[in-house]
């Protein structure tokens, strides 16, 4: 595999990786990550409509589609001038049908490859693929990050040394501090709850909208490169849990996961390849001298 050509294809990749094991993760990732991204753009439309349109306006009128197609159409159109002038930035409206387009075969793909692999008792793994309706549904599980953590637990001790605070002292403003960042991620979760209607409702009628000129992607390599890096790093970190989990399972015979290994440690540099490849290298430069710019 040329991992410089031009035309790198994941889906066609992940088909090509030797160990069921390793490419039934790496496609049930991908699955995910294209479900996943559907609702991330869905709600930037959300977003962007909800500028134009004031609030209550939206939110009274989330029926009357006549008025969300005609927003909607209004930003389909600028995404297509955007590209006419030149832009290799895929807008809310073309990510939603790009993704949508491919988001069939990379299913079918996970159900496929997941039912040739074995389960503890022998029986053919099932993989369900999911109603994406129903997902838009599904209330949020946010958590703070382990980065957050550090940072919390840092400052928190730098403070307390500062102002001479007992271990119990700290241990309390920490506690303290943690609680606050949970309530915030509640109170995330429960405005992304209250906004799945009208996000599902603008996901709909992104689909239904007519644009002049679009054929969606037909193909992985055609996804915007941001979709495109996103979906390698997550295929990357699936590749190496297999290799985690591996080494958990004390039924396996070294001989599995030696395959095992073997089989991640190639898929993990052909996919770094990837990312590092002219292609990608140039469009990851071209996205960080924008964000110096904007800084």
């Given amino acids: 595999m040329s991992t410089t050509h031009n035309y790198f294809d994941l889906i066609e990749f ?144 730098r403070r307390a040394e500062a102002y001479g605070l007992s271990a119990e002292e700290s ?25 799945a209607h009208v996000v599902h409702t603008i996901f709909n009628v992104a689909m239904s909208t007519r644009i002049e000129g679009f054929t969606p992607a037909d193909s992985f390599y055609k996804l915007d490169l941001v979709q495109q890096r996103q979906m390698i790093e997550a295929c990357i970190k699936a590749a190496e849990r297999t290799e985690d989990y591996a080494e958990r399972d004390r039924s396996m015979s070294e001989s599995m996961f030696d395959d095992i290994s073997i089989t991640v440690m190639r898929v993990v540099r052909d996919l770094n390849g990837v990312l590092q490849s002219p292609r990608f290298s140039a469009h990851a430069a071209a996205q960080e001298a924008i964000a110096q710019n904007v800084g």
């Fill in 171 to 195: 241990e309390r403003l920490l506690a303290k501090k943690m609680a606050r960042k949970e309530n915030n991620l509640r109170e995330v979760e429960d405005t992304l709850t209250n906004q």
């Fill in 14 to 157: 992940i088909r090509g990786v030797k160990n069921l094991e390793v490419s039934s993760q790496m496609a049930q990732s991908l699955a995910f990550r294209v479900d996943v991204n559907v609702q991330s753009a869905a709600r930037q439309l959300f977003k962007i409509v909800r500028a134009k349109m004031h609030e209550k306006q939206l939110e009274k009128n989330i029926d009357n589609l006549a008025d969300l197609t005609a927003a909607l159409g209004e930003q389909a159109f600028a995404e297509r001038c955007f590209h006419e002038i030149g832009s290799d930035v895929t807008g809310p409206v073309e990510t939603i049908r790009d993704l949508m387009a491919i988001r069939d075969d990379v299913h079918e793909m996970a159900a496929e490859l997941t039912s040739y692999c074995l389960d503890w008792q022998g029986n053919p793994r099932q993989y369900e693929i999911p109603d994406l309706d129903e997902r838009f549904y599904e209330k949020p599980k946010l958590k703070v990050g382990e980065l957050e953590k550090r940072r919390a637990e840092s400052s928190t001790r």
